[in-house]
């Protein structure tokens, strides 16, 4: 018995090591559609690489923006600079608190804001994460927090695209790596925004549905508001603007917005601003240009008061 032990235990390093190199050999190699559990894909949508690298260097700000893609492409830092004011977007596709907490442990320090914006999307609060979570694995370094929030996720794309990043970083594949500022519709503004080209929305109908919360979130987004009270940084919660059309289609809204209150100070501006969701959205989350500016400007308007 104590034989056959040994020798499971002998052979446990080698299988590990053998689905080391199946996970690199495949991640490298095989097409995307042959590797369905891995999804290492740097400077992908939403110039994440390029938003991270910059994070590398950004020090002191006024602001700094976290969230979903609502953050990137909704917070346009060149309008806050227009007001003396220096800002750096960190927000990510899909961004759940989870991955939140993750660059916050990496950024923070170093970025040093006075104040936080953090947009706060009532759908990230029900995703698993696993989205977000490969984007920040393929586009930043890993380390131990990347393997806390893997465990934390649980899911087998997390891990397999972990293990692939991490041998990726290991070799050092992604040294000559370097983004272009435009790819498709989408222009990288340096401090982290991402602009759009000018698009209009055509309202379709959309079913009556309700948010219900992963648990793992709420706990996370606890445990920064936590983290960001002791390091004495103010923290302003928004609710950036979608369609009407989708807004009205959310069942338990108000029961989001007591949720939020209770957090902090926060701001719903699907109740403070009154836009058109033809004139002033990309799709029926998304703000277009225009949109983008009448947000920041009355957000501003908030800030100084």
């Known amino acids: 018995m104590r034989k ?26 095989f097409p995307s559609q042959l590797k369905p559990n891995i999804n290492y894909r740097i400077c992908s949508y939403g110039h994440m690489f390029s938003r991270l690298q910059a994070a590398e260097t950004i020090q002191d700000v006024d602001i700094l923006f976290l969230g979903s893609s609502h953050a990137y492409r909704g ?27 993750l660059l916050l442990s990496r950024y923070l320090n170093n970025i040093n804001p006075k104040t936080i914006i953090y947009e706060v999307f009532p759908e990230t ?15 930043d370094k890993n380390d131990i927090a990347s393997i806390k929030m893997a465990i934390t996720i649980n899911n087998i794309n997390t891990y397999n695209t ?5 041998t990726v970083d290991l070799l050092n594949l992604n040294k000559n790596i370097q983004e272009a500022t435009k790819k498709d519709n989408d222009t990288y503004i340096p401090g982290g925004f991402v602009e759009k080209e000018m698009q209009y929305y055509t309202p379709v109908a959309i079913d009556t549905q309700r948010w219900i919360y992963n648990e793992k979130q709420l706990v996370a987004f606890e ?20 369609t009407s059309t ?13 949720k939020m209150i209770q957090m902090g100070e926060y701001y719903n501006f699907n109740k ?34």
Request: proline residues 2%.
């Open 4 to 29: 056959f032990i040994q020798s499971i235990l002998l052979f446990f390093p080698f299988i590990i090591t053998v689905y080391i190199v199946c996970i690199f050999v495949a991640g490298t190699f």
């Open 75 to 101: 917070f346009d830092t060149r309008i806050y600079s227009e007001h003396h004011l220096k800002t750096f977007n960190l927000g990510s596709s899909s961004q759940t608190p989870i991955q939140t907490k």
């Open 125 to 139: 609060f029900t995703m698993d994460g696993v989205e977000s979570s490969v984007d920040i694995i393929a586009n």
């Open 162 to 166: 972990l293990i692939y990043g991490f």
């Open 223 to 242: 445990e920064i508001l936590a983290i960001l009270k002791s390091a004495n940084i103010n923290v302003i919660l928004v609710y950036a603007p979608i």
């Open 246 to 258: 989708y807004y009205n289609s959310i069942l338990n809204n108000e029961a989001f917005d007591k």
């Open 272 to 305: 403070i601003l009154t836009l058109n969701d033809t004139l002033h959205f990309y799709d029926e989350h998304h703000l277009n240009q225009t949109g983008v500016e009448l947000f920041n400007n009355k957000l501003l308007e908030i800030i100084k008061k």
